[in-house]
Nanobody, 126 residues
């Protein structure tokens, strides 16, 4: 069974940086894309960034474009989210997700993914 394990969350002051990691293990699957979502208290889970596994094409939510960067390491089956210029509005639980289906375009909604991590807390203080 495929498992996604996130790491790298924590508490940081506004303007600071964090790097999240998401490692896939435990099974063989057609990893066609990996993405990051976040969920703040009382809010719906929202798309942050995604990367296509075959060509590394990335896509970002407008709220993080220019501040966050998603990347992947094929050999390690791991995705990363480098977060710079953090603001208090970035505070949330961050979840990584992986897609195990044929991919057309760029999946930006939760239904586009098949596996989810347990989440890691990111807190940005002002």
């Amino acid at each position: 069974q495929v498992q996604l394990v996130e790491s790298g969350g924590g508490m940081v002051q506004a303007g600071g940086s964090l790097r999240l990691s998401c490692a896939a293990s435990g099974g063989t699957f057609s990893n066609t894309a990996m993405g990051w979502f976040r969920q703040a208290p009382g809010q719906e889970r929202e798309f942050v960034a995604t990367i296509r596994w075959n060509d590394a094409r990335a896509y970002y939510a407008d709220s993080v474009s220019g501040r966050f960067a998603i990347s992947r390491d094929n050999a390690k089956n791991t995705a990363y989210l480098q977060m710079n210029g953090l603001i208090p509005e970035d505070t949330a639980v961050y979840y990584c997700a992986a897609r195990d289906r044929w991919l057309v375009g760029v999946p930006t909604n939760t239904g586009g993914y098949d596996y989810w991590g347990q989440g890691t807390q990111v807190t940005v203080s002002s």
